[in-house]
Structure formats: structure tokens, C-alpha cells
């Protein structure tokens, strides 16, 4: 009798689980012909399809699939045209004319110079809050204008022979003219809207009209996989194509799985401790060179970055157009560091350095730098705060905190992080009129090669000066299955980066 | 009974109203606010301070959290400050997926703990009691995180039988890809089982080995009645209780569950209401939450209140 009664209790209790593992083959997701499937990390943020107040990337992702930008970065951040064919600045930097190719909308309007105006207009526009609004702080809207439909002219109120690098930034995404809906957006991107809802995954479709051509993708599908293990598992299950953002480690195991290919993209992120050079301790430059040349750069690449990565030389931009050639690296000296300190009577002194988990290398970076700068007399101690709201954090607190920058290009960084009105972006408080008229000289400059002289020059004061401490360089990985082809590794950013639509399934 | 139940609905009202105060304050009391988060690395203070406008923040803590408790009362629960869609609605969204889950895993656990329990309570002591007691043991001590990874490698990496994740899918339909919630599901069976089962074990060994028992086998009763009629009722009642701490558990273990097989519940979309400092999205679930707890100890105690009465009459 309690034979029959255990039976039937436990029929009844793995009856779900059989039945399940049954129809286990049948449900195995690989999606429907010529979808793919990229799984992206979606955090906290804001989830919208409004490409101007995108902050994330996912958001970028998928403002990059729906809507297209007047150009594009390559891999050196340099700019490549897009909806702008062509464009040109007047002698003095301030006007600049631009031509538009034949474009059209999703919903078949053409892309004209008023939705590049409206588009610019409404990211300049505070109450839109966005991320590239800076890039447009200087365009004076009232003289600017739409010569003809597919001509336009923008006016600066200060001269910027760099100008066109603002549109390409994140969030510089030109939208139809008039729109301030996007739950249904249109846009004149390689992908047209299908469905999505926040928090949950987007589907978008080929747009067989685009600029470019046919996409070969039918499909795409942005699927929202927060936790990093599990976006790997889903990859080498065959569940998703494309996982975004994979850690080192992880990085090493896709490396020995048949079933899938990282893409790592070197330089992808710069690797910074901030030193702010406005308050005490830091302020004493002493300190300041007395740091730089205390940390073992090579250590911390192969430590912190589990060697995925490479030496930083205290510069933004390493591998990218206007970074200044022919830098001797900076190597660890402990004497000249130890020397340094003593110098400026800071032997045990006690420094917090601010690290947190916002990314994966900051707390053991941190932790080596704590140790590497304890050899040269500071008593340097890791303090880990909150990640949501580290980078915010960090501007007010502290005298030294871990940093990161993803590419982007070399000019919009010096103008938004070195800069004195650079404001709250500039972690380390820097403030140099000798570096402002240095390259607000180089952006007024119209020969290129000057330009790049003199921007060489602002980088290697801004290097010595500014107190970031720049270790490494990140690399930048993804990962994708190996049925995937049309892909390839790309610095977040640039134009290759996230792009689907040459992509093939086979 | 009607009292009883009269009574603790009192009582749950004021415990949910300290429960919103408390989630209130404690989340104010986080560094940053939504502005800061939704806006990110590289946002300036003009900007934060545009949208900390847009999104009221600027107004007193009280002044808001009254405001909602207004809402709250009517079943308003107010609009998610991230994703501007009202709270009830987005909580609606992940309540599904989480029921799902909650509900399959408690459809397999009770059997499963009930038939363990009286198989080993039943014959203490016996190789198959220590076999069984000794697994579930070990299914308790290893953490819901890494058993599930342990339960990813190796049925959906090493051997393929499964999908590692249920990337993309939610609510509802995924009943209709049952594959992906076998391992999810497991995982929180594994976890509940062993207490419920030790439980049921105790109960059932006091209740089999007690007079009643004896005496009504004595008298001739067929051993599946001696069972069913009294060891069983009696020997649950203890149980119960703990059936309802296994709820909460449950409630607790999709958390880790919803994250390591990117399942969108309320357990991640708590953590994401958190972590993004959406304080009318984080009141909404910290009231869900404390409500079903509320609910389900409330069920419990009239359940085993049901039960232990027998125990007196035979007794």
C-alpha cells in the first residue's frame, strides 16, 4: 500500500519535470530564419527608444539600428560620412555648410536639413536632457539654417574645424522632424520598429529602403540579459548570437569554445586613476609626478585586466587620430617616487583611493594600486562605494578615484574632460589657461597638420598636469556564435561597433 | 475563525503601512536618486538638475511619500520615474513570470516533500531514510546561485539537454516553452525541499508513533487509512507552517533565480526598482512582497488552526 502511495505522490510531483525534458528539443531556441538575437546588458537605466536621451549601451544599439547619424567614427574615431555626403567649414571654422545623400525615412519621407535641424535643436534643448547636449553648446540655432532639402548650414558662435565629430556622437541620432513620441519610432536606420517594451526584449525588421542596401539580416532581436554569466551561458547554449560586454574572464572561456569567437577590440576602454589636482593632497604636482611614476603599469594590465588589455602611458586615446606619436612610455621608477614624496612631506600620508564594482577591474586595480603606492611612502587604502551611482559620487568626493572612458574621439575628450569649462566631466578638477588657449588655438587652426601639432601639444601638458593617471587600456570584448559571420570586433562608439545589418546567419 | 481572520486582516493593514514607511525612508537614505542613475557616467549637474525637476524629485521626501500613501490607498501605486509606466502595470508584467515560477515550483515541492517526508518518516533510520535525508541535506547546503550555475554547465553546456536561459521570454508564454523553466524550477524545488521535508518527516514519525496511531491499527484499520486519516492530517499540521515560510523562501529565491536565467519577475525588477532608486516602483513591490507574505502566513495559520483540532478530538 505505501508502495502504491509513494508511486503515485511522486508521478504526480515530477509528472512537470518529465514532461518538460520532453518537449526540452522542441524548445530549443535558436529563433526563427534570419533573426538575430544579441543579448545586451540592460541595468537600471532608463529603457526608451529615444535615441537623444540614450545612455546606455543597448540604448545605442538600438538607436543604431532604427535611426542613422550624419557620420559615423571608424575604428581611430576619425569621422566617416553617413547621412552627410559631404561638408565643408567657411574660412573661419564658424560656418559650416553640409549636404545630405538621398535618404529616407521607415515610413518613406525623405531625410531632409530640417530633420537635422529639429534633431540638433531638440538634443541642444535642456529639457531633453541629453547626453550629447554638450556637443552642441556652442551652434547658434537662429542663424542656422536649411539652404534646401537636402542642404543645411550650421553656425558656431566660436570657431571648430573639428565641428563634424559632434555628429557623430552618441545620442546625435537625426529623428523625423516634429517627433516626440518614440514608442513607435521612425527613423531612416537599416531596422524599422516591430515591438518593444521596456525591460523586455526589442524586435525590429529589415528596412529594404535604407541608404546603404538591403540589409542581409531579416531580423534582429535585442534581447535584455543583465547577469554576465548568464549572457555567456546563453551564447555557448545557442540561445542568442551576440553577447555584449563579457568580462575577462569570461573572455578566456569563449576563447577555448568551439561554439563561439570573441571579438576583442584593443584600446576600448581607457583604464584611469583621477588625481584631483585641485585639493590638497594632489594639488602639490610633486604628488602628482610622485604617483605616475609609482605604479607598475604592466602589473595591473596583468593582473587587473587578466592581461586582456594594454599599458596606458597617463593619456587618453591611445591608438586613436590626433593621439600625439612618438610618446616614450612612462615606467615605474620607486626612487624618483619615493624621492618625490619625501619632497613634498607626504611620508604616511593616508589617501583614499574610490573604487567600486561598476567595472569588473576596478576593485583589484585598485587594490594593486593601493600596494604598488604604498611602496613609495603614501598609505594608499581602496574604499568601495555604491556602482549606480559611483560616477556621481566621485566628482564631489574624494582626493583619487578609479575612472574609465570608452573611445570616443580625442578632441570631444579634451574638450568635455580636460577643458576648465568642461565642468562636472572633468574628474580630476584641472584647470590650465596655458591648456584652454592651447587648444582653442588648435581648433581655430584650418591646417590640419598644425591642428594636429598643436593638439599634440595641449595632450602632453594635459599629460603631465591634469592628474589622470591612465594605466591601461580594456580591452573591449564580445562574443558570437560561430554561425554568425559579417561581424567583427569594433571600439564601442564607432561605427562598426553594434552594427547588424551586414550580418549573415549560415 | 471569522475573528481570527478579522483580526489578522488588522493587523496586515498596519503591517503593510510600516512596511511602505520603512521601504521609504531606507530608499531615500541611498546615496544618488533616479536623476543621477537614469542619467549616468556623463551626465553634468545641469542636467541632473532638469531632470530631478521633470521627475519631482526636488519636492521634500514626506511631501512625496504622502502623496503616494494618497495613491496607494485609492490602488494607485503611482508611476515608475524610469520607465514612466504606472507601477501596478509594470509589477503586473513580472508578476506573471514570478507566479510561474513560484507556482510550479510549489506544485512540485509540496508532493514531492510530503512523499519524502512520510517515506522517511515513516521508516526512520532505514537505508532509504538516511539515502533520502542525506540528498536533500546536501541540496540545502549548496547556495540557489551556484547551483543553478552547477545545473547551467552541466545541463545546457556540457550535455545540451537544456536551455541555459530564458533569454527573451516572460510572463505567460513561457509555459509554452516549458524547457526553459526546468532548471529555474529545480532550483527552487531543490532549495525548499529539505526543510519542508524534515518537517513532514518529523511530523509524521510523532503522529505514526503516537497512541492514536496504535490504537487505531489495533483495532484493525487498514494501514493506507491509518495513514491517510490520521498520521497524514496530523502529522502536516506542524508542516504548514513551514509551507509558508517556504512561500517567502520561494519569493526570496527567485530573485537569484530571475537574474542567473534572465527570467524578467518582480524579483529582478525589485533589484532594478532599487538600483534605481525608482522609490514609487520599490514601494510598489516592497507592498506585493509584504502582502503575499502576509497572505500566505495569514492562509497557514487558519490551515494548521483547521488541522490541529483533530489532533485534540482523537487524541
Known amino acids: 500500500m505505501t508502495t502504491v502511495t509513494r508511486r503515485t505522490l511522486l508521478k504526480g510531483a515530477l509528472g512537470t519535470l518529465t514532461a518538460a525534458s520532453l518537449t526540452a528539443c522542441g524548445g530549443a531556441a535558436s529563433g526563427p530564419d534570419g533573426r538575430l538575437r544579441a543579448a545586451f546588458p540592460i541595468g537600471g537605466g532608463e529603457e526608451s527608444l529615444d535615441p537623444h536621451t540614450s545612455s546606455l549601451f543597448v540604448d545605442q544599439a538600438r538607436a543604431k539600428a532604427l535611426f542613422d547619424t550624419l557620420v559615423g567614427y571608424a575604428d581611430d574615431m576619425s569621422v566617416v560620412p553617413r547621412l552627410a555626403e559631404w561638408w565643408e567649414p567657411d574660412a573661419t571654422g564658424t560656418r559650416w ?7 529616407r525615412f521607415h515610413d518613406g519621407r525623405p531625410v531632409t536639413a530640417e530633420d537635422v535641424l529639429y534633431s540638433y535643436r531638440r538634443i541642444a534643448d535642456p529639457a531633453t536632457a541629453s547626453p550629447a547636449r554638450k556637443q552642441f553648446l556652442d551652434v547658434d540655432f537662429a542663424a542656422s539654417r536649411a539652404r534646401s532639402a537636402t542642404e543645411l548650414e550650421l553656425v558656431l558662435r566660436a570657431p571648430n574645424f573639428e565641428f563634424p565629430s559632434a555628429w557623430g556622437a552618441p545620442a ?43 540589409p542581409t539580416l531579416d531580423e534582429l532581436e535585442f534581447v535584455p540579459i543583465n547577469d554576465e554569466s548568464a549572457r555567456v551561458a546563453a551564447l555557448l547554449s545557442g540561445q542568442v548570437h551576440y553577447v555584449h560586454d563579457i568580462s575577462a574572464h569570461s573572455a578566456a572561456l569563449v576563447q577555448g569554445d568551439s561554439r563561439a569567437e570573441l571579438l576583442a577590440a584593443p584600446h576600448g576602454t581607457m583604464q584611469a586613476v583621477a588625481l584631483k589636482v585641485d585639493r590638497p593632497p594632489f594639488h602639490d604636482p610633486r604628488l602628482v609626478r610622485a604617483a605616475l611614476s609609482g605604479v607598475d603599469r604592466d602589473a595591473l594590465v596583468a593582473v587587473a585586466l587578466n592581461g586582456h588589455g594594454q599599458v596606458g602611458n597617463d593619456l587618453f586615446g591611445k591608438g586613436l587620430e590626433h593621439y600625439p606619436p612618438d610618446l616614450p612610455q612612462r615606467e615605474r621608477d620607486v626612487d624618483r617616487a619615493r624621492a618625490l614624496v ?77 577643458r576648465s569649462g568642461a565642468g562636472t566631466a572633468n574628474y580630476t578638477g584641472y584647470r590650465s589657461p ?12 584650418v ?60 | 475563525m471569522a475573528v481570527l481572520v478579522l483580526r489578522r486582516l488588522v493587523v496586515a493593514a498596519l503591517q503593510l503601512v510600516a512596511v511602505a514607511v520603512a521601504v521609504f525612508a531606507l530608499t531615500s537614505l541611498l546615496p544618488g536618486d533616479t536623476a543621477v542613475v537614469v542619467l549616468g557616467e556623463h551626465a553634468t549637474e545641469e542636467q541632473v538638475a532638469v531632470l530631478r525637476a521633470q521627475l519631482q524629485l526636488d519636492r521634500p521626501v514626506w511631501e512625496r511619500f504622502l502623496e503616494w500613501l494618497g495613491g496607494a490607498v485609492h490602488g494607485d501605486l503611482g508611476r515608475s520615474l524610469l520607465t ?78 537544456l536551455p541555459a536561459t530564458a533569454a527573451g521570454a516572460s510572463g505567460w508564454e513561457l509555459l509554452a516553452q516549458p524547457a526553459v523553466l526546468v532548471l529555474p524550477v529545480g532550483v527552487l524545488v531543490c532549495r525548499q525541499l529539505c526543510a519542508l521535508a524534515r518537517q513532514v518527516r518529523v511530523g509524521v514519525a510523532e503522529a505514526d508513533g503516537a497512541d492514536f496511531a496504535t ?101
Open chain 1, 172 to 214: 546625435t541620432e537625426i529623428v523625423p522632424a516634429g517627433t516626440t513620441e518614440f514608442t513607435a519610432p521612425v527613423g531612416s536606420g537599416p531596422f524599422r520598429f516591430v515591438s518593444f517594451q521596456p525591460g523586455r526584449p526589442a524586435v525590429f525588421t529589415r528596412f529594404d529602403g535604407h541608404w546603404a542596401g538591403r
Open chain 1, 447 to 506: 591646417d590640419a597638420a598644425e591642428r594636429a601639432r598643436l593638439l599634440g601639444n595641449a595632450q602632453r601638458l594635459a599629460r603631465d598636469e591634469s592628474g589622470l593617471l591612465v594605466w591601461g587600456f580594456s580591452d573591449w570584448n564580445v562574443a558570437v556564435s560561430r554561425s554568425v559571420s559579417g561581424l567583427r570586433a569594433a571600439p564601442p562608439n564607432s561605427l562598426d561597433w553594434a552594427r547588424f545589418e551586414r550580418a549573415a546567419l549560415g
Open chain 1, 97 to 103: 555648410s553640409i549636404r545630405l545623400r538621398e535618404a
Open chain 1, 342 to 418: 619625501r619632497e613634498a612631506g607626504a611620508e604616511g600620508l593616508a589617501v583614499d583611493l574610490l573604487t567600486s564594482s561598476v567595472d569588473p577591474c576596478f576593485e583589484s586595480a585598485a587594490t594593486l594600486i593601493a600596494q604598488q603606492l604604498s611602496e613609495i611612502g603614501l598609505r594608499v587604502a581602496p574604499r568601495i562605494g555604491p556602482a549606480e551611482t559611483y560616477f556621481s559620487d566621485i566628482r564631489t568626493h574624494g582626493v583619487a578615484a578609479l575612472t574609465r572612458t570608452a573611445s570616443l574621439p580625442v578632441t570631444t575628450f579634451l574638450a568635455e574632460r580636460v
Open chain 2, 215 to 315: 490504537h487505531v491499527r489495533m483495532h484493525g484499520l487498514p494501514e493506507r487509512a491509518v495513514l491517510f486519516r490520521h498520521v497524514l492530517p496530523n502529522g502536516l499540521a506542524p508542516a504548514v507552517q513551514q509551507l509558508a515560510r517556504a512561500v517567502d523562501g520561494l519569493l526570496g529565491g527567485v530573485v537569484v533565480v530571475e537574474a542567473v536565467f534572465a527570467l524578467p519577475g518582480t524579483g529582478s525588477g525589485f533589484v532594478d526598482a532599487v538600483m534605481a532608486r525608482d522609490l514609487p516602483a520599490v514601494q510598489g513591490y516592497a507592498l506585493v512582497f509584504a502582502a503575499t507574505t502576509i497572505a500566505v502566513n495569514l492562509v497557514a495559520d487558519v490551515v494548521s488552526h483547521r488541522l490541529v483540532p483533530q489532533r485534540e478530538v482523537v487524541a
Open chain 1, 434 to 445: 596655458e591648456f584652454d588657449a592651447l587648444f582653442h588655438r588648435a581648433l581655430s587652426t
Open chain 2, 84 to 161: 514612466g509606466v504606472p507601477v501596478a502595470e509594470e509589477i503586473g508584467r513580472g508578476l506573471a513570470t514570478t507566479a510561474v515560477l513560484a507556482l510550479l515550483a510549489l506544485a512540485v515541492v509540496v508532493p514531492l516533500a510530503v512523499a519524502v517526508g512520510v517515506v522517511t518518516g515513516r521508516r526512520r533510520g532505514s537505508r532509504l531514510d538516511v539515502v533520502l535525508t542525506g540528498a536533500v541535506v546536501v541540496l540545502d547546503s549548496v547556495p540557489e546561485f551556484a547551483l543553478a550555475l552547477l545545473l547551467v554547465a552541466l545541463f545546457s553546456l556540457q550535455l545540451g539537454w
